[in-house]
């Protein structure tokens, strides 16, 4: 028997408990079942006022689809076509890596190096679904966002982001700081880590393998971005990476190596470090 062959539940708590019964986390079984219903991912108080609401056939057909595609490993992001990173609601979907939460840790401390600049310049390298960028042009409407990204597919999503948010940022297609302009306060960057044999790799087979691994190591992308990126910093600008869970004291290694000063780690949500990162000056 398939989804869509299981009887309709009578009411939306049965539904809930029908998905959660599969093994569809509780979270995520809400968020389809709000999707399935019209409803706003974050309107979860509406399914407890509800919950002995009838459930149409329409409607749980729908969300049984939703819910066979969850259990095959499809990210709840694309399912709901949506991904709240930093207070703003992006649209998502396969072309594009789903923003994590951890990733804030990166926009908060570029924030924090951007305090007491006027209208800074900041670079947002590998950008992805725009996440990073249009946080931080949210968040200093003053700053002059630019963003970079390899896939033209991926820009497409981030400049309809952008343009739906009401955001100025710029955009351009190039492979990492090729033909980047110079004279940035942060250059910041969520790049590909993973390494290429990583035993974790397949649960993220619905996302863009070339936005997820770099090389043996997973570092092949930072070490180029660690050795070109002094050409585009402004004197005392700050370049920031997330990394892999084990890779910080690597990052930071490769920093140093090549320069930077004030070399340091941040730790996202869990306390694991997640982001390093160091300024560039050329008068020690």
Same mark, same amino acid.
């Given at each position: 028997?398939?989804?869509?062959?299981?009887?309709?539940?009578?009411?939306?708590?049965?539904?809930?408990?029908?998905?959660?019964?599969? #093994?569809?986390?509780?979270?995520?079984?809400?968020?389809?079942?709000?999707?399935?219903? #019209?409803?706003?991912?974050?309107?979860?108080?509406?399914?407890?006022?509800?919950?002995?609401?009838?459930?149409?056939? +329409?409607?749980?057909?729908?969300?049984?689809?939703?819910?066979?595609?969850?259990?095959?490993?499809?990210?709840?992001?694309?399912?709901?076509?949506?991904?709240?990173?930093?207070?703003?609601?992006?649209?998502?979907?396969?072309?594009?890596?789903?923003?994590?939460?951890?990733?804030?840790?990166?926009?908060?401390?570029?924030?924090?190096?951007?305090? #007491?600049?006027?209208?800074?310049?900041?670079?947002?390298?590998?950008?992805?679904?725009?996440?990073?960028?249009?946080?931080?042009?949210?968040?200093?409407?003053?700053?002059?966002?630019?963003?970079?990204?390899?896939?033209?597919? +991926?820009?497409?999503?981030?400049?309809?982001?952008?343009?739906?948010?009401?955001?100025?940022?710029?955009? #351009?297609?190039?492979?990492?700081?090729?033909?980047?302009?110079?004279?940035?306060?942060?250059?910041?960057?969520?790049?590909?880590?993973?390494?290429?044999?990583?035993?974790?790799?397949? +649960?993220?087979?619905?996302?863009?393998?070339?936005?997820?691994?770099?090389?043996?190591?997973?570092?092949?992308?930072?070490?180029?971005?660690?050795?070109?990126?002094?050409?585009?910093?402004?004197?005392?600008?700050?370049?920031?990476?997330?990394?892999?869970?084990?890779?910080?004291?690597?990052?930071?290694?490769?920093?140093?190596?090549?320069?930077?000063?004030?070399?340091?780690?941040?730790?996202?949500?869990?306390?694991?470090?997640?982001?390093?990162?160091?300024?560039?000056?050329?008068?020690?």
């Amino acid at each position: 028997m398939t989804m869509t062959e299981i009887a309709t539940p009578a009411t939306v708590a049965q539904a809930l408990a029908a998905a959660i019964a599969l #093994g569809i986390d509780r979270l995520d079984a809400q968020l389809l079942l709000l999707h399935a219903l #019209g409803r706003a991912p974050h309107d979860r108080a509406w399914l407890l006022a509800h919950d002995t609401d009838g459930m149409s056939d +329409a409607v749980w057909a729908a969300l049984s689809t939703q819910l066979s595609r969850r259990l095959a490993g499809v990210p709840v992001a694309y399912l709901l076509g949506e991904k709240e990173f930093h207070g703003l609601s992006l649209r998502v979907d396969a072309r594009v890596l789903v923003p994590r939460p951890d990733t804030e840790t990166l926009v908060e401390w570029a924030l924090h190096c951007l305090e #007491g600049h006027v209208a800074p310049r900041v670079l947002d390298l590998g950008t992805g679904s725009g996440a990073i960028a249009l946080a931080l042009q949210h968040a200093r409407s003053d700053a002059q966002v630019d963003a970079i990204d390899a896939s033209a597919d +991926a820009l497409v999503v981030a400049q309809a982001n952008a343009e739906r948010l009401g955001m100025p940022v710029r955009f #351009g297609q190039a492979h990492w700081l090729d033909g980047a302009a110079s004279g940035y306060t942060v250059i910041a960057s969520n790049p590909p880590y993973i390494a290429a044999n990583d035993p974790h790799l397949p +649960a993220l087979q619905h996302e863009p393998l070339g936005a997820l691994v770099a090389g043996p190591d997973g570092l092949d992308d930072i070490r180029q971005i660690v050795r070109d990126a002094p050409l585009h910093l402004a004197e005392g600008g700050w370049l920031l990476l997330e990394h892999g869970h084990d890779q910080a004291a690597a990052v930071r290694q490769l920093l140093q190596t090549r320069g930077f000063a004030e070399v340091q780690s941040r730790n996202d949500l869990a306390g694991i470090q997640r982001c390093s990162g160091g300024v560039w000056r050329t008068v020690k």
